[in-house]
């Protein structure tokens, strides 16, 4: 007997939550944003918005179905399953927070505070869900294919991400490296730089974007289901053993970015989530690109 579908759930604790969290009660969370010029009332009323906006979603649950909550913290630690349909409750980012952990479960986007978020991604209301869960197991509501960007290190060590992937020292720092696009021409160049940044499209409504704009607007920005990235050096540093003529560029599918650690560390992390980075060795190379895999996101 097959098993019935499951709703995977997922939310991030509030604002309002971690506050009471730090310092105990509300009152005294209270007391602290006040003496920063802030005021718990506003901080409160968003927290029972989401609140209300999950169990609006948990009841629009077929009774017959399964349903799971997984916190933000834990998606690491979380096991997806192909008979899942994914319903995130909150912002735009945690769209791209789960994207990586998915393998083509339909994913609904579910905007707890309308007005406060883009909606690029969390497109649809609490209310919707009842018509929008059926729909998302059949079929018959339209879905949009989002590119990925994934690393793959020489060791088989794997990272995905929705929006852009972030390569460069712990902490920051100066990494060291050498750069290479495999295209015609095969240029390679050492480099010290703040890292290195690989986004897709959908990353073109954020960090990519800042940085793309930084740099004069070139060159244009992927669509969400292009299969092609952008990435930019960032912070380039020039000496007698590092060169700056590689620090920006296209990376159309099949084609990949190649990086040969050249420092004791690097780290390679995506969209945002530092505390699950995939990390690299002296002499260790990674290849970045288009994944083969998409975010299935229902429109």
Not at 17 to 46: M, N, P
Request: charge should be negative; charged fraction near 25%; glycine fraction near 10%.
């Amino acid at each position: 007997m097959s098993l019935a579908p499951r709703v995977v759930l997922v939310h991030r604790i509030t604002e309002y939550e971690e506050l009471v969290a730090r310092h105990g009660t509300h009152g005294q969370a209270a007391f602290f944003l006040s003496s920063r010029g802030r005021d718990i009332g506003e901080v409160a009323e968003r927290h029972h918005r989401t609140r209300r906006a999950l169990a609006e979603v948990t009841s629009a649950v077929p009774l017959t179905w399964r349903q799971n909550r997984v916190e933000r913290s834990d998606l690491d630690r979380f096991l997806f399953t192909p008979e899942d349909v994914v319903v995130v409750v909150g912002q735009d980012g945690l769209v791209a927070n789960v994207a990586k952990y998915l393998a083509g479960q339909p994913v609904v986007g579910i905007d707890a505070d309308p007005g406060r978020n883009p909606g690029v991604l969390v497109r649809h209301r609490p209310r919707d869900a009842a018509a929008l869960l059926p729909a998302a197991l059949e079929g018959s509501t339209g879905v949009e294919e989002l590119t990925m960007v994934e690393a793959v290190a020489d060791d088989t060590q794997r990272l995905v991400a929705l929006n852009e992937i972030y390569l460069g020292a712990p902490g920051h720092q100066t990494a060291r490296y050498r750069l290479c696009l495999d295209d015609d021409r095969g240029v390679v160049e050492a480099q010290a730089s703040s890292g290195v940044l690989v986004g897709t499209g959908t990353g073109a409504t954020g960090w990519i974007r800042s940085v793309w704009q930084e740099r004069g607007g070139a060159p244009p920005l992927p669509g969400p289901t292009e299969d092609r990235l952008l990435w930019f050096v960032r912070e380039a540093w020039p000496s007698p053993a590092t060169g700056t003529s590689l620090v920006a560029g296209e990376v159309p599918a099949p084609t990949s970015l190649r990086l040969t650690v050249e420092s004791e560390r690097l780290v390679a992390f995506g969209d945002g989530m530092e505390q699950d980075a995939v990390e690299l060795t002296w002499g260790q190379t990674v290849r970045v690109g288009v994944c083969a895999e998409r975010l299935r996101l229902v429109g």
